[in-house]
């Protein structure tokens, strides 16, 4: 049986004296749609975070426990740098390098590892562009900005970014929150064909998105595990009933 995707025991963050995620222990399978759901200011994009280590860019973070991506224990073993290669990562907000053209905005990642070049590397924007659904919105205009781009074509320029570098693993961190209804539409059916080939971990505040998308995922409440599984048990009541009675057992303790 292959290894999963990510596995996390007894993972604990903390950002200076506040505590962020408690004992998380999760497994994420390979080929599979994860999501990661629960209220604002759960430990959602925090736990997402500390699988590809840039919680540590934050001043004063520290983190426990085990997080294993791609079988490699990336806090501890000296090839963890080769395993985060193999992550892609999109953000909530679209965050293209805006003084770029859209062309550079895919490529820059595939140059930095001396992936491709030349024709080589035009395959590759063109493969990445045509993943993320925008290659037929944009070939005629490579050479723009990418910040000529409608918000909705910003993110999936971000997602062709990701994807240009072949990860194995990809993160997105609320990747439709801030679209409209049509461009989150758009960004839902791109996640349902990459996850044919891509593991993808969704962090979303959206139950009937998790539905949609994902097979499996984890509930999070004050940063630790409510529960892990099936999308269908997680969700096996309403989610805002869901969220109302874990406040409430929160007020009582």
Avoid at 115 to 123: P, S, T
Wanted: charged share 25%.
């Amino acid at each position: 049986m292959r290894e999963p995707a990510v596995r996390t025991r007894e993972l604990s963050v903390w950002y200076g004296q506040s505590q962020a995620l408690h004992s998380v222990s999760i497994t994420v399978p390979r080929g599979t749609v994860y999501a990661v759901l629960g209220p604002s200011g759960c430990g959602k994009s925090t736990l997402l975070r500390a699988i590809n280590k840039l919680v540590l860019l934050r001043e004063g973070a520290r983190v426990e426990g085990l997080v294993e991506v791609l079988g490699v224990d990336v806090y501890r073993d000296h090839s963890a740098e080769e395993a985060l290669s193999r992550v892609g990562m999109v953000f909530q907000t679209p965050n293209p390098f805006p003084h770029l053209s859209i062309y550079d905005n895919v490529a820059i990642g595939p140059r930095l590892r001396g992936m491709a070049k030349g024709r080589e590397l035009d395959k590759l924007v063109r493969w990445a562009l045509e993943k993320a659904a925008l290659w037929d919105e944009v070939k005629d205009r490579l050479k723009s900005p990418a910040s000529s781009l409608s918000g909705g074509q910003q993110q999936r320029l971000c997602i062709a970014r990701a994807l240009a570098t072949m990860p194995e693993l990809l993160l997105m961190d609320e990747p439709t929150a801030n679209l409209d209804p049509v461009n989150a539409a758009k960004i839902e059916e791109l996640i349902k064909e990459l996850s044919r080939e891509v593991t993808i971990i969704l962090v979303t505040h959206d139950a009937e998105q998790a539905k949609r998308l994902a097979s499996t995922g984890v509930l999070l409440f004050m940063g630790r595990v409510v529960s892990e599984g099936p999308i269908s048990s997680i969700l096996s009541r309403s989610y805002s009933s869901i969220i109302q009675s874990l406040v409430a057992s929160a007020r009582r303790q």
